[in-house]
């Protein structure tokens, strides 16, 4: 139980992560279509268009995989102090957030762009502390 005041930023984060990641993931699962119907509106007039349905399903995995190692970071982050698939969860988040990114400008969706960055600053924070 010290380990949560010894380390609350670290563990605020994890579950910052989790948070983000297994909802958006279980939203993708929940709506499949609904999610495949708009982001192929939404890329219809980019490169991507073809691969929207193959993009979908590798954000999906990368989103759970990410908050899965995220829920694993704070559960060791309080038993143990540290958490080595938590440092690994918290860089595949951010590459997660950087192919959003790129998602998001090839779309030309700026607004969107922005708001990838609001999650993006944070994760590297969380990156930049494990890596101490």
């Known amino acids: ?3 949560i005041f ?3 930023v670290q563990i605020l984060l994890f579950v910052f992560l989790a948070i983000t990641f297994l909802q958006s993931g279980i ?6 279509k609904g999610n ?3 982001l192929t509106g939404h890329f219809s007039k980019t490169f991507l268009k073809n691969s929207v349905p193959l993009l979908l399903g590798i954000i999906l995995l990368l989103e759970l995989v990410s908050g899965v190692l995220s829920v694993v970071g704070v559960v060791q982050f ?4 540290e958490s080595v698939p938590g440092f ?5 988040s951010a590459i997660t ?3 959003l990114l790129f998602g998001q400008r090839v779309a030309k969706d700026y607004e969107g762009a922005k708001t990838i960055v609001i999650y993006f600053v944070p994760t590297m924070f969380l990156v930049y502390l494990l890596h101490q």
């Open 97 to 99: 957030l950087l192919m």
């Open 27 to 32: 939203d993708k699962i929940m709506d499949w």
């Open 1 to 3: 139980m010290d380990n």
């Open 6 to 8: 010894s380390y609350p």
């Open 36 to 38: 495949l119907s708009w």
């Open 88 to 92: 690994y969860g918290s860089i595949l």
């Open 78 to 81: 309080i038993t143990s102090g």
